[in-house]
């Protein structure tokens, strides 16, 4: 018989057992830090669990029509607006106020935010009074303007550019004075003038903080365009809203809301996709 002879423990040759494959992937998988991937049209999502919400609640009962009339008949009432042609007017006298008033509140905006961040000097004479306006609500100053310009449209039209420069101004000096001291060491390096400093560096270098105060000041316009328009106004979807009030109409004042609303929505968007042209050389999480 043959004999049979044990190894010791350190002799033998067993083959450790393989790690389980999918936890390995797992331990071996990265962790997303990040928001994820865009969801397509994921804008529209909040808009339209809203306007869910709005149905059953008008459906069920829940929510009293002389309160807040149903989605169906605030859309009938806005048709029967524009058979008459009373919306279509009062949106585009609006649409060219919030326009015009946005246009000279931005150009103000970057001009003031040019001269204070690229100069001590503008800085110590422009700084001061935008932060001061800062703090100053809008509605604290209409009775100012009345006294000083009228209750005609050049009050109206000061008062939103007045409110729009605010946003535009803060995010572009702070991006400004924000740009890296090694472009501007190489910028003197290179010997750009200061011309070409400000259009190849500073300007570059402050279009991410430019593109939050207009996204800002988009949502100001209108804001500043609803108080406006219901200061002795004969025109516009303020005016509109206020002689609905003035005859208990609910549902006018409701289509009002919604148009300012829209309008607010697809500004934003607007402007997001010209931030994304203008800056696809940038990488940031939104991507």
């Given amino acids: ?90 949106l585009l006298t609006s649409l060219r106020r919030a326009v015009s008033g946005l246009a000279l509140g931005v150009s103000i ?19 001061g009074p935008v932060q001061i306006k800062r703090s100053i609500p809008t509605l604290a100053l209409i009775p100012l303007f009345i006294v000083w310009f009228g209750i005609g449209e050049e009050m109206k039209l000061i008062v939103i550019t007045a409110s729009v420069l605010v946003p535009i101004y803060i995010n572009t000096h702070a991006h400004l004075r924000g740009v890296d001291a090694r472009y501007v060491e190489l910028a003197q390096t290179v010997g750009l003038s200061r011309w070409g400093f400000v259009r190849k560096v500073a300007l570059p270098g402050s279009l991410p903080g430019f593109f939050t105060g207009l996204r800002l000041a988009v949502t100001i316009s209108w804001l500043a365009l609803v108080v406006v328009e219901q200061v002795n106004a004969t025109s516009g979807i303020g005016y509109l809203m206020t002689q609905a009030r003035t005859y208990g109409q609910i549902d006018v004042i409701v ?17 997001r996709a010209l931030e994304r042209r203008a800056l696809a050389w940038r990488q940031t999480l939104a991507d």
Avoid at 64 to 89: F, I, K, N, Y
Avoid at 255 to 271: E, Q, S, T
């Fill in 109 to 127: 905006g970057v001009i003031l935010a040019l001269v204070a961040g690229l100069s001590r000097v503008g800085e110590a004479l422009v700084d």
């Fill in 1 to 90: 018989m043959m004999a049979t002879i044990d190894l010791p423990a350190t002799a033998r040759t067993d083959t450790p057992p393989l790690p389980d494959a999918p936890k390995a992937r797992r331990a071996s998988a990265r962790v997303r830090l990040g928001p994820g991937r865009p969801i397509p049209f994921g804008i529209a999502i909040g808009p339209v669990l809203l306007l869910g919400a709005w149905i059953v609640g008008s459906v069920s009962g829940a929510l009293d029509p002389e309160t807040l009339p149903a989605p169906w008949d605030v859309a009938r009432t806005a048709a029967d607006l524009a058979a008459e042609g009373t919306l279509q007017s009062n």
């Fill in 255 to 271: 289509v009002g809301l919604v148009i300012y609303g829209l309008l607010g929505l697809f500004g934003d968007l607007a402007v």
